[in-house]
């Protein structure tokens, strides 16, 4: 019992953190939240994956609610990407049954790595695509996201981040978009991994709280503190070593 309050705590104490980091960066988390319950020895596909699309919903769904205030979502911009990312994140769900747990964790890692590589020379500065291609550039990678959001326990918003500075979203604004984007994406994920998943209520009530607390947290200081020259460095260094530790656990298993 007492080992298992100790696992609670730790826990909840991690997932604090983590909300509050990746909520200034429009993610729910879930690249973490994953490895963090893998690491405390929840059972990968049953717990550790359902509970973390589940927190990774929630914290970007809180993050959402602080970005909308301050006016900086773009819902037109970043409706096509919801909508694919929607669509597609079941089936990525769906296909997490017939893909073995070490592939699983070397794509995590691997889609990670290049995620971060590509923040650093994703630029807002460049021209945005014609309204139209737009459309159909964010319906296509928002559904490639979603799935790889639903196959991995995570909602794509590591992915999404930089597709939407590649297509000219200002920093911040992109930034915002992302929860919006991953806030769908991650319930959809949720959804169909739930009827597989054995989650523990007392954990998960903690964790949730944890979650909009940290969520809360990130959000006021990205929208009133954050600079988007740090705010992208920031970000490619977090993903860059999260896909490091994942690469180097990999290899010691």
């Known amino acids: 019992m007492e080992a298992l309050t100790s696992t609670y705590l730790l826990a909840t104490g991690l997932v604090f953190a983590v909300a509050t980091v990746f909520s200034m960066m429009g993610l729910g988390g879930g690249m973490l939240y994953v ?20 927190l990774n919903g929630v914290t970007s769904a809180s993050a959402l609610v602080r ?10 911009g970043g409706l096509p990407a919801a909508a694919g990312a929607v669509v597609m994140a ?7 049954g ?4 070490d592939t699983l964790l070397i794509l995590f890692a691997a889609f990670t790595a ?3 590589l590509y923040s650093l020379k994703a630029s807002a500065d460049r021209r945005a695509p014609p309204p139209v291609r737009r459309f159909w550039i964010g319906l296509g990678l928002g559904g490639f996201n979603g799935f790889i959001g639903g196959l991995l326990g995570v909602g794509g918003g590591f992915l999404i981040a930089p597709m939407l500075l590649a297509l000219g979203f200002p920093t911040k604004r992109a930034v915002a978009t992302t929860s919006f984007i ?11 991994h739930a009827a597989a998943g054995r989650l523990d209520p007392t954990l998960t009530v903690l964790t949730l709280v944890a979650a909009i607390a940290g969520a809360q947290l990130g959000a006021w200081f990205m929208a009133k503190r954050a600079k988007p020259g740090w705010v992208k460095r920031f970000y490619a260094v977090l993903l860059l070593s999260v896909a490091a530790k994942l690469i180097v656990d990999i290899l010691r298993e």
């Open 114 to 116: 290049l995620a971060g």
């Open 90 to 96: 079941p089936l990525g769900a769906w296909c997490m």
């Open 67 to 76: 970005y909308a205030r301050e006016g900086l979502v773009d819902y037109r």
């Open 182 to 192: 991953v806030t769908f994406a991650s319930i959809s994920g949720f959804v169909a």
């Open 35 to 54: 490895p963090l319950f893998k690491w405390l020895e929840l059972p990968l596909k049953t717990v550790a994956i359902p509970l973390g699309l589940l």
């Open 98 to 101: 017939f893909v073995p747990r």
